[in-house]
């Protein structure tokens, strides 16, 4: 070999390892988080909550607070109250194809229906001095929701009333 071909292979193989060397370098620098390197804290811990007891004056305190706790015989009693009161809704609605679909909301009228009267109650969102043309409008367009919703305004009845 002469000096030539040495100092070509030579320069080939520092070449190869300065390659080398920076190919592990950046793997290096790339396979590391940077956050990591920046702040190294310590996980915060939160500290133990302090041990409390409940006194009796803290117990009289929370209870006025509170409603009071039903008794069993007030829990029964309710039960039965409410299986009555759904029982009526059931017969009202099975006997009254329009109970579910009341009130019925509009910009210019109400209506609901008035069980003490048991009557419908069109309560017009205009003032009673309003021009008569005004208050027949409304209230024909109440009477005609009443009919969309199967009721005969005639057989059932209904009242007006206004907003004053």
């Known amino acids: 070999m002469d000096i030539v071909s040495l100092v070509k292979n030579h320069k080939n193989i520092s070449i190869g390892l300065g390659i080398v060397v920076i190919l592990i370098f950046l793997g290096g620098v790339f396979s590391v988080n ?52 759904s029982e009526a809704v059931k017969d009202i609605s099975s006997a009254n194809s329009w109970f579910t679909k009341v009130p019925i909301k509009e910009e210019e009228f109400i209506i609901v ?43 059932e009845g209904f009242y007006t009333t206004f907003k004053e």
Do not use: C, G, W
């Open 34 to 85: 940077p956050l990591t390197l920046i702040s190294k804290k310590e996980p915060e811990t939160k500290p133990e909550p302090a041990e409390y007891k409940v006194t009796a004056q803290d117990q009289d305190a929370e209870d006025d607070d509170k409603p009071p706790r039903p008794t069993p015989e007030e829990l029964k009693k309710q039960a039965e109250h409410d299986a009555a009161f």
């Open 113 to 155: 229906y008035d069980y003490e009267e048991k009557k419908f109650r069109l309560a017009l969102q205009i003032p009673s001095t309003s021009t008569p043309e005004k208050i027949d409008e409304v209230t024909s367009a109440a009477l005609n929701a009443l009919i969309e919703i199967d009721v005969d305004p005639e057989k």
